[in-house]
């Protein structure tokens, strides 16, 4: 049988974004894990609980699928984790009140269009390794996705849910704006062009990011909002 030749390992910029999304894995984990920890102690139903730390157990397999991809792809040592990032911090004296808004931040805004996102990244993969990483991640955004939605049904049906909607209607625009930030028109260095052989990596130019986060303003988050009476503030993208 003919050798086939060698490949040549893919770029820098392969290696650099599953490298990133290893530690975007561990945050999630991070960031989950405190945020059951606070449904527990203002006594959220221990079904909600438990779907919670299937998320944590998730996004734990999440980082070790990435790691296999970022190794696959010639990555050797990685940089710390950034400490600082991984947890949440109070903001608020109410406990609920911090609840509301990370759920909102995390789940009903970030898992949400998490789901487009990678659901764009996974369409160009066929780099095996990368493909089922995207494959496992792409099914299990889709009910981190559901239990931020379902968590902030649940709260806005208690006694308190007015409060809790004024926490929503005041951190809405920041949050919004700080998405920007992450994947939006505010995005500092992102990714400018990216190769056929990247992408079959999983790898996707900002430019696609900031268009699907555009379309979830009006075809996920105002419509999933307007169902719970939660108005939207003016878009950062409008
Ligand atoms: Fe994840
Ligand atoms: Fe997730």
Partial sequence: MPRRPAKEPPSELVRHEWAGRIEAEYRSAAITQETVLWLIQIGASPDLVRAGLRIVDDEL???????????AAGGEALAPLDRGSLGLRREHEVLEHDVVSAIVKVFCLGETVAVPLFANLRK???VPVAR??????????????DFGWTCLEWLLARPD??????????GLDGWLRALEGNYGDDLQGGIRGVTPEERAWGVAPWREYAEILHRAYTRDYA???AKLGVSMP????S
Avoid: Y
């Avoid at 809790?164 to 005041?170: A, E, F, I, M, N």
């Avoid at 003016?234 to 993208?237: D, G, I, R």
């Fill in 61 to 71: 397999v999440h980082a070790e699928m990435s790691r296999k991809v970022w190794s």
């Fill in 132 to 145: 089922r990483a995207l494959d496992r991640i792409l099914k299990d955004e889709v009910r981190h996705r």
């Fill in 223 to 225: 419509r999933r909002f």
């Fill in 234 to 237: 003016a878009l950062p993208a």
């Fill in 161 to 170: 849910a007015e409060e809790l909607r004024g926490v929503v209607h005041r």
């Fill in 124 to 126: 160009h993969t066929t």
